[in-house]
């Protein structure tokens, strides 16, 4: 390990093989980063209980990652031409596994959500920094195919994470699951030392643009919270209006400072290229369905089918294995297919199988629902390698670190406000039915009436007091009005990832389009 180590350096010292060894070591460091993004999801329940919160707040665990994850992902190229990319990624991950340790420790929901910042933070920069190199020691003609292995590891992890999640929790507890990462960290550090390119740096730190970071991070953040807000204060609120405004305005100020900056973090001349901008936007609306879907699911076996946190990590266990096995096969025939007909095959597998699970309920077979979601999670194995290898293609060796950044940050954007905006269906949907269905319950719905009848049946050989157990009966209907609510609710939230994951064949086949006129 020197001092400064190039690309042609490290592969005179380590030969062809080389390009494996740093591909194992990158590959590590983020799929403990993806991993925690999901690894949360199975724990949402928990938490909830274990600091008195709602599921609006106890989202944040979630929200916090993905939008910190989302701001710092723009951070690629100035961290790069700062520190290197051994430095940087082996100082990122040592703030990861200090997020990690926070998180587990937390004593209040709001300390977590700092360790859940700090880790999004580090995980940020990882994920393009990581792309960046794999694509850079790979010849042009087998690039297709190092996505492709990107893409196992950062497709595997968020498939794994909430399995694992949940086997630490029901083994150990919900903070276990924090520290699950910390051995791959650790793993990932040496390799990093010994694998990560290390060229000379500048003297000086190049400029960053703080001005635009700081409108970037103000305008997620306002997005964020009045997604979160809305729903217990009011869309039209004072406070949610505020926020949404605040969003508006920073949101508008950071592309026109982008613009004017001596020193961007988001490259918006990248965007006239038209290749790299739809495969761009492909990748923001798939990344909104993508996430959203991930959160939603973990919670929906569990609170409507009742399942442990193992048993709902476990229903995306065989769509992470199918995917393991898809993508190295896949990954050689994105650099034989155009680009545009591998998304658009991803995209109606993910439809397909999110349409699928518009029919579960309380009564969906563990099995059903896990073939429902690896139909789902196969569409993965098309998209990926060749989204990212259609946007990296069609730029310049020097344009690959904002470039990546870029692609990146639009698809955890993407991410982050499918992943809020989905919570937020939730709760309206599940709300709506709940009315609904209570307003059904009258003296002329002999169900309910056939329903008091046994309840209240079953209780009165306990000699309870009639008046008592026509309570209790009252009482599990309202659990059972509620129950059927949350499973509507449910069932809007597939339908509405279904159609996200169809709209975006449309800008699939223009980034077809784009491709064709190159």
Known sequence: MNQHDTVDALFERFGPNYRWFVTAAGLLGATSAVMTSTLVNVAVPNVMGAFGVGQDQAQWMATAFLATMTASQLLNAWMISALGQR???????????????????????????????????????IQPLVMTTVFQVFPPDRRGMAMGIFGTGIVLAPGLGPALGGLAIDSFSWRAM????????????????????????????????????????????????????????????????????????????????????????????????????????????????????????????????????????????????????????????????????????????????????????????????????????????????????SALKALTPAQLPKGSGNMNFIRQLGGASGTNLIVVWLQVQTIYYSDALTATQTAANSTSGALLDSVQGMLAPSGIDDGVTRGLALDYLGHVIQAQAQSFAFQDCFLALAAVFLFALLPAWGLGQAQKRE
């Open 178 to 389: 924090f520290l699950l990462p910390l051995p791959l960290v650790t793993l990932a550090v040496i390799g990093g030392l010994f694998f990560m390119p290390s060229p000379p740096r500048a003297e000086r730190l190049p400029r960053f643009d703080w001005a635009g970071y700081g409108l970037q991070c103000f305008a997620l953040y306002c997005a964020m919270t009045a997604m979160a807000h809305g729903p217990r204060y009011g869309w039209s609120s004072n406070h949610v209006t505020s926020l949404g405004a605040g969003a508006i305005i920073c949101g508008g100020l950071f592309i026109w400072w982008q613009l004017r900056s001596a020193s961007p973090i988001l490259a918006v001349d990248l965007f006239k290229n038209p290749v790299f901008s739809a495969a761009v936007f492909v990748a923001c609306v798939f990344g909104a369905g993508n996430f959203a879907s991930g959160y939603v699911i973990p919670v929906f076996v569990q609170q409507v089918q009742g399942y442990t946190p193992t048993r709902a990590g476990m229903v995306l266990a065989p769509a992470a294995i199918v995917l393991t096995l898809m993508l190295p096969f896949t990954g050689r025939l994105s650099d034989k297919l155009p680009g545009y007909i591998m998304v658009l095959i991803g995209l109606s597998a993910f439809a397909l199988g999110t349409a699928l699970m518009v029919t579960s309920d309380v009564n969906t077979g563990f099995w059903t629902f896990a073939l429902f979601a690896a139909i789902s999670r196969g569409g993965l194995a098309f998209i990926l390698p060749s989204l990212s290898s």
């Open 87 to 125: 430095w940087a990624y082996v100082s990122l991950l040592g703030l990861f596994g200090l997020g990690s340790v926070v998180s587990s420790l937390a004593p209040t929901i709001e300390v977590l959500i700092v360790g859940r910042v700090m880790q999004g933070f580090a995980a940020g920069v």
